[in-house]
């Protein structure tokens, strides 16, 4: 994650550029090879942070494969392996739709400025869909894990009476863990669209 700093040096670059490229006089060319070279250098980084991301995101992905089969593999019960078919499935409908929403954006059609902005631009949308869909994906999760709690009562109930204090930091970290996701996705969709924005009005002044 890159600093709050960081963003902000990068956002008066961009805002410096847009305050010289709209200037009364043309920009000379080397001023907007030096322009375009910061914009260049921050679509690089850029870059660099859509591959760890989808790296991250791939091997976070073969952990919790690799997790279930163990767990299943430590104990083949019906609630464990309904648990992992059901983590199996949140999995694959959400690999699927990562490598949907990331169709056409893995490099861009030219090696002009525009080019890249506008990859740039189609990143950061499909950013924005993941998250959206991060809304709908931990609440689908949640009603699936009650459910299998629901349907397999004989074993949990027994021991949540027995043990009701451990059952309560369970809730309470269930909660939190939960509440935590939700600020942060909300938090980093205020990001993300601030950052379309900026990147919007970049191509849209590109374009003129």
């Given at each position: 994650m890159i600093p709050g700093n960081n963003n902000t040096m990068k956002d008066r670059e961009l805002e410096t550029w847009r305050e010289q490229w709209n200037s009364g006089a043309a920009p000379t060319p080397e001023i907007q090879s030096q322009l375009q070279t910061k914009i260049h250098k921050r679509i690089k980084r850029h870059n660099l942070g859509f591959i760890f991301n989808n790296i991250f995101a791939a091997m976070a992905s073969v952990f919790a494969t690799a997790f279930a089969i163990f767990a299943v593999?430590?104990?083949?019960?019906?609630?464990?392996?309904?648990?992992?078919?059901?983590?199996?499935?949140?999995?694959?409908?959400?690999?699927?739709?990562?490598?949907?929403?990331?169709?056409?954006?893995?490099?861009?059609?030219?090696?002009?400025?525009?080019?890249?902005?506008?990859?740039?631009?189609?990143?950061?949308?499909?950013?924005?869909?993941?998250?959206?869909?991060?809304?709908?994906?931990?609440?689908?999760?949640?009603?699936?894990?009650?459910?299998?709690?629901?349907?397999?009562?004989?074993?949990f109930g027994p021991d949540i009476h027995a043990h009701p204090r451990d059952w309560e930091l369970t809730m309470l970290a269930v909660v939190a863990m939960i509440s935590g996701s939700f600020l942060f996705l909300a938090w980093y969709r205020r990001r993300k669209l601030a950052e379309l924005n900026e990147v919007t009005r970049l191509l849209r002044e590109l374009k003129e």
């Open positions: 593999h430590q104990q083949p019960s019906r609630l464990r392996i309904a648990w992992a078919l059901g983590l199996l499935v949140l999995l694959c409908v959400t690999v699927g739709y990562r490598l949907w929403v990331q169709r056409g954006t893995w490099r861009s059609q030219s090696q002009s400025t525009r080019a890249f902005v506008e990859l740039w631009q189609r990143r950061t949308a499909g950013k924005l869909r993941l998250i959206l869909a991060g809304f709908y994906l931990i609440p689908a999760w949640l009603v699936f894990c009650v459910a299998l709690v629901a349907v397999h009562w004989s074993t």
